[in-house]
């Protein structure tokens, strides 16, 4: 799934500061056998339980604490995921910014296209055919 993702969007976000760190995830966040992407590859692919948040919960998942520890810092740096503590509870929670979210509906906007023309441009080649 990243391989195709890193396809789609380096062409599009390419020159993001993002996409050049580059972000170990370890075994256990990543399933089983642990891989290397970069940080926007990692954003865009993880992006619906950043939406909504991580906690820093000490029950976490080893998914949802590398979220939370590893990646969710340095989206802050860029101003793409904010930290806020939780009245009455004990953790505290990060979620995606609304530059963040300005950002992912930017990606979407643009593989929309970058598919609408692909389409269009085999239906011109059926045509003709």
Same mark, same amino acid.
């Given at each position: 799934?990243?391989?195709?993702?890193?396809?789609?969007? /380096?062409?599009?976000?390419?020159?993001?500061?993002?996409? #050049?760190?580059?972000?170990?995830?370890?075994?256990?966040?990543?399933?089983?056998?642990? /891989?290397?992407? +970069?940080?926007?590859?990692? /954003?865009?692919?993880?992006? #619906?339980?950043?939406?909504?948040?991580?906690?820093?919960?000490? +029950?976490?998942?080893?998914?949802?604490?590398?979220? &939370?520890?590893?990646?969710?810092?340095?989206?802050?740096?860029?101003?793409?995921?904010? +930290?806020?503590?939780?009245?009455?509870?004990? &953790?505290?929670?990060? /979620?995606?910014?609304?530059?963040?979210?300005?950002?992912?509906? &930017? &990606?979407?906007?643009?593989?929309?296209?970058?598919?609408?023309?692909?389409?269009?441009?085999?239906?011109?080649? #059926?045509?003709?055919?």
């Amino acid at each position: 799934m990243l391989a195709s993702l890193e396809n789609d969007v /380096f062409p599009i976000l390419g020159s993001t500061p993002i996409s #050049d760190i580059r972000a170990p995830v370890p075994d256990e966040a990543a399933g089983g056998k642990g /891989f290397t992407s +970069n940080l926007l590859m990692l /954003f865009i692919s993880m992006r #619906d339980p950043l939406t909504t948040g991580v906690t820093n919960q000490s +029950n976490n998942s080893a998914a949802a604490a590398f979220m &939370y520890h590893n990646m969710a810092p340095k989206l802050a740096a860029h101003g793409l995921m904010e +930290n806020e503590k939780i009245a009455g509870v004990r &953790y505290r929670r990060s /979620f995606v910014s609304k530059r963040g979210l300005e950002l992912l509906a &930017y &990606y979407d906007r643009t593989k929309a296209r970058a598919k609408h023309a692909a389409v269009e441009i085999e239906q011109e080649t #059926d045509v003709k055919v």
